[in-house]
Nanobody
Framework: QVQLVESGGGLVQAGGSLKLSCKASGRTFSRDAIGWFRQAPGKEQEFVAAITWSFGATYYADSVTGRFTISRDNAKTTVWLQMNSLKPEDTAVYYC???????????????WGQGTQVTVSS
């Protein structure tokens, strides 16, 4: 009953910035956490960051701490991922997903968007 749609991906030079958006519709209150995951070709899926609708608590992967910022609006319609100081290794398809609680384990996220491509050139 919840639909998630990512946008904002694109091509950016190393050191640049992008801001991804995850738009949620439907019964958004049925899940308290929204997380961002990424997957590059031939690589394992990787947790990036997550946030709760209730209090805006956040959780970041070590690889992005200090560079990425996750945020959400008060209407519980949008989650953003501000990505700064981008590196070529950040290149991946980025997905947003919903879970009942704040965590970094993909199997606990049962609502997923379609993904948006982020490419960082050197």
């Amino acid at each position: 009953q919840v639909q998630l749609v990512e946008s904002g991906g694109g091509l950016v030079q190393a050191g640049g910035s992008l801001k991804l958006s995850c738009k949620a519709s439907g019964r958004t209150f049925s899940r308290d956490a929204i997380g961002w995951f990424r997957q590059a070709p031939g690589k394992e899926q990787e947790f990036v960051a997550a946030i709760t609708w209730s209090f805006g608590a956040t959780y970041y992967a070590d690889s992005v701490t200090g560079r990425f910022t996750i945020s959400r609006d008060n209407a519980k319609t949008t989650v953003w991922l501000q990505m700064n100081s981008l590196k070529p290794e950040d290149t991946a398809v980025y997905y947003c997903a919903g879970a009942p609680f704040l965590n970094r384990v993909a199997r606990y996220y049962d609502q997923w968007g379609q993904g948006t491509q982020v490419t960082v050139s050197s």
